[in-house]
């Protein structure tokens, strides 16, 4: 008897260290960011552990077929197997638990509520704009203060790195249209020596510091106008060539067509003289016949002749009219350039010298406001959704953000810009965060 119950002690103390053991373990799982009163913003990605203790087995089950990941919709629901969707806008991690292990209770008939457990994997981030280097969205993380946010965004805005940088790319602007100006000139000055049948190009004086730059453009244009007057070249000898070739060819039928003549006459002298021969029957019929089918025949030969000269002519003339109006198409190909390279060339002129003025203005703009606004005071403004509901606040560099915030910072122009906005919203630090006025 003593025995047995020495036997029943280790085993009794074994199950209540287990249990222990894994409430604790449970209990410790909970994120700390999500142990307070904070809800659940959108887009929130938390993980689901659901596990159910079974006495008969004297363990823990996890239930699988609800346990996973989930995401927070932007209406504040999580939809859920088994269970469906679930509204968690208003809800905080407590809230969220007690809430799925009464449903879960409700939908499995358990005598006890199953344990649940929630960890935040990633938080909706938070968006800072206004007066900052580099406005936009960042990932959040617990703890996270304005001033941190700020720092995420490149602090604020330096009016000195905002003008130089505005005058860096002015200035890149400027250059690059500048290379334009260059392209487009020695384009229009090559496309002039076409007009003028010239064989050169001449080029203006390029600036000294774009003289490389400009004779690599200069070269590229050469090639260009070589390349031009080559093809032109070539497609007159190809004409004229044709031209030669089709009178030669013409001049060949006009040799054949008097020898087809010479044929048919030769063959109708025959043929009379057949004819009176057979009239007095000294000659049969059948060689009247092959006369009159062999005249036929060079006849026909004559008109397959004939008509083949007048293709030919036809071939010439349209050879010779292609061969005119090369020279004219080229022309007009080359004022209707001449046209557009002069309108663009305006253009750019026009943008160069509204390019340099802004540049020269903000050189001279520069040093007068550069002290002025980098000493200037800051002002934070948070705008926060909790329960459906979005309000704002004024915010010290040290209040804590929650996550899907968006901060407004802003550099105060006057004393009374400052004071209006600060009459206007409640002000919230570190300590009152939770405590936003509605």
Avoid: C
């Amino acid at each position: 008897m003593y025995m047995n119950s020495s036997h029943r002690i280790p085993q009794l103390l074994f199950r209540t260290t287990f249990v222990i053991g894994v409430l604790a373990l449970l209990a410790g799982a909970v994120s700390p960011a999500l142990a307070d009163s904070a809800f659940f913003a959108p887009q929130t990605k938390i993980r689901l552990s659901v596990v159910q203790w079974i006495p008969s087995k004297g363990q823990f089950d996890r239930l699988d077929g609800i346990s996973g990941e989930y995401t927070v919709s932007d209406s504040g629901i999580i939809s859920l197997p088994f269970l469906g969707a679930l509204a968690v806008a208003n809800l905080d991690n407590e809230g969220l638990t007690i809430e799925i292990a009464k449903r879960l209770q409700a939908k499995m008939g358990l005598t006890q509520a199953p344990a649940v457990t929630i960890d935040v994997l990633d938080y909706s981030s938070i968006y800072v704009v206004g007066d900052v280097m580099a406005p936009g969205e960042y990932k959040f993380r617990s703890g996270l203060s304005v001033l941190q946010s700020l720092a995420m965004s490149g602090g604020p805005l330096r009016a000195a790195a905002q003008q130089q940088s505005q005058a860096i790319r002015l200035a890149g602007d400027l250059r690059d249209i500048d290379h334009s100006l260059l392209r487009s000139s020695a384009k229009l000055a090559r496309l002039q020596a076409e007009m003028a049948d010239a064989k050169e190009i001449v080029f203006d004086q390029p600036p000294a510091a774009d003289r490389q730059y400009a004779e690599s453009i200069y070269q590229e244009e050469r090639v260009i106008f070589q390349a031009r007057a080559s093809a032109l070249d070539r497609q007159s000898v190809a004409l004229t060539e044709l031209r030669n070739l089709l009178t030669a060819e013409i001049e060949t039928l006009q040799e054949k067509l008097k020898g087809s003549d010479d044929n048919i006459q030769s063959v109708e002298e025959q043929l009379t003289s057949v004819k009176t021969l057979v009239q007095k029957g000294l000659t049969i019929s059948s060689r009247q016949m092959d006369l009159e089918r062999l005249l036929t025949t060079y006849r026909s030969d004559r008109l397959d002749l004939v008509t083949a000269i007048m293709r030919g002519r036809q071939a010439i003339n349209e050879t010779t009219r292609s061969l005119e109006g090369l020279s004219d198409t080229r022309r007009n190909e080359l004022a209707t350039e001449l046209q557009a390279e002069k309108a663009s060339l305006d253009q750019l002129k026009l943008k160069r010298d509204t390019t340099q003025q802004l540049l020269l203005e903000e050189l001279s703009s520069g040093a007068s406001v550069k002290n002025y606004n980098e000493e200037l005071p800051l002002t934070f403004i948070v705008s926060r959704r909790e329960k459906g509901e979005v309000s704002q606040f004024q915010a010290s560099e040290m209040t804590e953000l929650a996550p899907g915030d968006v901060v407004r910072v802003t550099r105060v122009r006057t004393a009374d810009a400052s004071s209006e906005d600060a009459a206007a919203l409640p002000v919230q630090t570190g300590a009152n965060v939770s405590q936003v006025s509605r």
